[in-house]
């Protein structure tokens, strides 16, 4: 099916300069970008973002993070977007993502990993309300 995915580029992404090399892979992938923006995570975007995992021990380093400077927020769209997008990403922690995935090859530590990607339809709708309005 069609479907949209909410994906972000983290702040360590941008701040290395990686931001063209990622986007093209996403393209190359033959999904669409639908929408795409760069600036700041609110407090209270990262909040909503993370409500699960609030109360864990990464969980203010995480905010504080994913607050530290500009991302790209997207709305990628194409056939199996969820999990292309997903497979695109690689595992969520950049020393076990396999070479040739955009964490494999841009990231180095799990708490900065590179990159965000929805992991269903439903997380996807929530969060594109959250980062782009309903
Ligand atoms: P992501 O899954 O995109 O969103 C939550 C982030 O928390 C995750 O990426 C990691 O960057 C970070 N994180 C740090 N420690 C952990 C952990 N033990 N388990 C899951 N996520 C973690």
Redesign the pocket.
Known sequence: AIEKTYSMLKPDAVRNRHMGEIIARIERSGLTIERMELGMVTPEQAAAN?AE?EGKP?YNG?IEYITSGPVVKMVVSGEGAVKKMRTLMGA?NPAEAAPGTIRGDFGLI??E?VI?GSDSPESAEREIGVFFGA
């Open positions: 993370y995992h990464f995480l969520t799990m708490d990993n965000h």
